[in-house]
T-cell receptor
Framework: DVKVTQSSRYLVKRTGEKVFLECVQD?????MFWYRQDPGLGLRLIYF???????QKGDIPEGYSVSREKKERFSLILESASTNQTSMYLC??????????FGQGTRLTVV | GDSVTQMEGPVTLSEEAFLTINCTYT??????LFWYVQYPGEGLQLLLK?????DKGSNKGFEATYRKETTSFHLEKGSVQVSDSAVYFC?????????????FGKGTKLSVKP
């Protein structure tokens, strides 16, 4: 069974902390994505990566960075967490044809 | 830029009713089109897809036809069940290299009552 695993289901962090969200896929996919999901706004792309060490900004990259040192792992970094980054974060990987597999999501609360 | 627009929810239906969730897109070239479903407490999963004009994707009784002339990919099901209650996302994917990211609509929440 194919799998995208996000390291945490729930996280609570303080304002100003550096936060790491980890995502691992076991399907040898080249494409990986980070989205945030907010009520009324749907899924918004933060960053995506189409190869190891390659990254591209999505629609809302401000306040975030990413790391793709290995093909199977795509990390999202909040350099200095703020309350407006409280959200559900979804990681996905996809085949070359665009079929995406999603992780369960990480609900991050910044207090 | 490329975008996906889908009807706003929530949509509330009785069991066995007919479902349509509208989706239109704006894109250069010929994107692939997808419907994803998110059941409560879970991540998104692919429901169906179509890769070229006039293709029909189907799965679990759901269907959607890629209409290039109307730039639409409406989701339909003839008889919904309570277990279909979920959030449905329309998405497109541009083709090629670094442009291959998935773009999602805002999602439509469907509630089916017994």
């Amino acid at each position: 069974d194919v799998k995208v695993t996000q390291s945490s289901r729930y996280l609570v962090k303080r304002t100003g902390e550096k936060v790491f969200l980890e995502c691992v896929q076991d399907m040898d996919h080249e494409n990986m994505f980070w989205y945030r999901q907010d009520p009324g706004l749907g899924l918004r792309l933060i960053y995506f990566s189409y190869d190891v060490k390659m990254k591209q900004k999505g629609d809302i990259p401000e306040g975030y960075s990413v790391s793709r040192e290995k093909k199977e792992r795509f990390s999202l970094i909040l350099e200095s967490a703020s309350t407006n980054q409280t959200s559900m974060y979804l990681c996905a990987s996809s085949t070359a044809q665009g079929k995406a597999f999603f992780g369960q999501g990480t609900r991050l609360t910044v207090v | 830029g490329d975008s996906v627009t889908q009807m706003e929810g929530p949509v509330t239906l009785s069991e066995e009713a007919f479902l349509t969730i509208n989706c239109t897109y704006t894109a250069t070239g010929y994107p692939s089109l997808f419907w994803y479903v998110q059941y409560p407490g879970e991540g998104l999963q692919l429901l169906l897809k179509a890769t070229k004009a006039d293709d029909k994707g189907s799965n679990k009784g759901f269907e959607a036809t890629y209409r290039k002339e109307t730039t639409s990919f409406h989701l339909e099901k003839g008889s919904v069940q309570v277990s279909d209650s979920a959030v449905y996302f329309c998405a497109l994917r541009r083709h090629g290299g670094s442009q291959g990211n998935l773009i999602f609509g805002k999602g439509t929440k469907l509630s089916v009552k017994p």
